[in-house]
T-cell receptor, first 113, second 115 residues
């Protein structure tokens, strides 16, 4: 069984603050993929990143960065210098089979001007 | 443009009135899925299909049916909708690439309200 836990339900920050979203996962599979998706108020799902279980390198993409730690089964996401446009629901997801994603409950990020 | 389309995008219906939400992809993907999104629960898989005429239950299949008669289409059928099926529904298709990794593409979502 696979499980993804996003313990933070809501986070509210002021613009330019950094915000870190936690994601902890459980799986018995040795090969799996981890994802982050953004869901803006318009409702669509926007793919942010995919990471496979053999690649523990951290990644940075502009103001976004991801910290994958297999030892703690965590895949945390940081937004640096947040902006109002970052306001959205963010989902962490896990997949060990190519036909299914297991999603966390999501974290709602509100960035105030 | 590679995309997954869903129709309708918004639907308000009454209990018991059969409805179908269509899903179509133009990427020749073998794998397709339906998810529902509910507050505090994230997205949960309803059904998936690994190819034409091959479908299987996901985590929350009760009250839903699917079919996969063509590779590009994967409709979601609610034979007798109930208010607890009010939700945001996403269709997805995925491709397994030569490296064993896969890309998953989501449709824009269908917001269903059952009164």
């Amino acid at each position: 069984a696979q499980k993804v836990t996003q313990a933070q339900t809501e986070i509210s920050v002021v613009e330019k603050e950094d915000v870190t979203l936690d994601c902890v996962y459980e799986t018995r599979d040795t090969t799996y993929y981890l994802f982050w998706y953004k869901q803006p108020p318009s409702g669509e799902l926007v793919f942010l990143i995919r990471r496979n279980s053999f690649d523990e390198q951290n990644e940075i993409s502009g103001r976004y960065s991801w910290n994958f730690q297999k030892s703690t089964s965590s895949f945390n996401f940081t937004i640096t210098a947040s902006q109002v446009v970052d306001s959205a629901v963010y989902f962490c997801a896990l997949s060990a089979s190519y036909y299914k994603l297991s999603f966390g409950a999501g974290t709602t990020v509100t960035v105030r001007a | 443009e590679a995309q997954v389309t869903q129709n309708p995008r918004y639907l308000i219906t009454v209990t018991g009135k059969k409805l179908t939400v269509t899903c179509s992809q133009n990427m020749n993907h073998e794998y397709m899925s339906w998810y529902r999104q509910d507050p505090g629960l994230g997205l949960r898989q309803i059904y998936y299909s690994m190819n034409v005429e091959v479908t299987d239950k996901g985590d929350v299949p009760e009250g839903y049916k699917v079919s996969r008669k063509e590779k590009r289409n994967f409709p979601l059928i609610l034979e007798s909708p109930s208010p607890n099926q009010t939700s945001l529904y996403f269709c997805a298709s995925s491709l397994l690439d030569s490296n064993g990794a896969y890309e998953q593409y989501f449709g824009p979502g269908t917001r269903l309200t059952v009164t």
